[in-house]
C-alpha cells in the first residue's frame, strides 16, 4: 500500500484532485467525513466533549451542536487545544483503520488521505507522499465568491484562519498548480497517477 496526503487551503481544489484520482482508481479517505463521524451520538469522542465542554454543546436531538461548540473555542486557544486533543486522536484512530482495511482489501491499494488540516493538525501519519494543491489567494477568493457566494471579506477571512501557503508548501512533496484551467489541473492529476504506479 501507499499511502498519500492530500492537503490544500479552502477553495484550492483539493476535492477536484481527489475525485480525479477516486476515478483513477484511488482509496480516497475523507479525513472530513470522518472528523464528522467521531463525534456522532453515541461516541466516546461526543461524551467528552459534553464532558469538557458543558452539555450547552450538545443539540436536543443528542447531536454535537457545531455552532455551540463554536461559539466556545472560537479565539479561545486553550478551549480549542482542549478540543482538538479529544477529536485529533479519534480521527487518527479512525482513519488509520481506514488505511489498513484498504490495505488488507488490496496490498498494491493506493490510499489518498483527502486531509484540508494536515499542517494544523498535530497528528503523524506515515505518508509516502504529500500532494499540495496550490492556487493563489485571490484565484482561491474568487472562487469562494463566485462559487460559493461568500462574501470576500468573509473569504479572506477563512483564507487567513488556515495555514499559510508557505506552511503548506513547506511540506509538500508534489505540488498541484490549480491556478490554470480544470484541463491544466487533470493532466497534473494524471501525471501523478502515472507515476505512483510506476
Known amino acids: 500500500m501507499q499511502l498519500i496526503g492530500l492537503t490544500g487551503g479552502i477553495a484550492s481544489g483539493k ?15 475523507d479525513a472530513d467525513r470522518i ?29 454535537l451542536d457545531r455552532p455551540a461548540l463554536g461559539a466556545v473555542v472560537f479565539g479561545d486557544a486553550e478551549a480549542l487545544q482542549k478540543l482538538n486533543g479529544i477529536t485529533h ?14 490495505a488488507a482489501e488490496d496490498p498494491a491499494a493506493i490510499v ?3 486531509v484540508p488540516l494536515l499542517v494544523e493538525s498535530a497528528n503523524e501519519y506515515p505518508f509516502d507522499l504529500v500532494v499540495v ?5 485571490a484565484t482561491r ?29 513547506a ?12 484541463a491544466q489541473t487533470l493532466e497534473q492529476v494524471d501525471e501523478l497517477w502515472e507515476s505512483l504506479r510506476s
Open 35 to 63: 472528523a464528522r463521524e467521531v463525534v456522532e451520538p453515541g461516541t466516546p469522542a461526543l461524551a467528552e466533549i459534553a464532558c469538557a465542554f458543558g452539555e450547552t454543546v450538545i443539540a436536543p436531538d443528542g447531536s
Open 112 to 114: 489518498v488521505y483527502d
Open 133 to 137: 494543491a496550490h492556487a493563489a489567494a
Open 89 to 102: 486522536p479519534a480521527v487518527l484512530a479512525a482513519s488509520t483503520a481506514r488505511f489498513a482495511a484498504a
Open 15 to 29: 476535492s477536484t484532485i481527489a475525485s480525479r484520482l477516486d476515478e483513477l482508481g484511488a482509496v480516497v479517505v
Open 141 to 169: 477568493v474568487d472562487r469562494l465568491v463566485r462559487l460559493r457566494g461568500m462574501a470576500e471579506d468573509e473569504a479572506e477571512r477563512r483564507i487567513g484562519s488556515q495555514a499559510s501557503d508557505e506552511e503548506r508548501l
Open 171 to 182: 511540506v509538500a512533496d508534489v505540488v498541484i498548480d490549480t491556478d490554470g484551467t480544470l
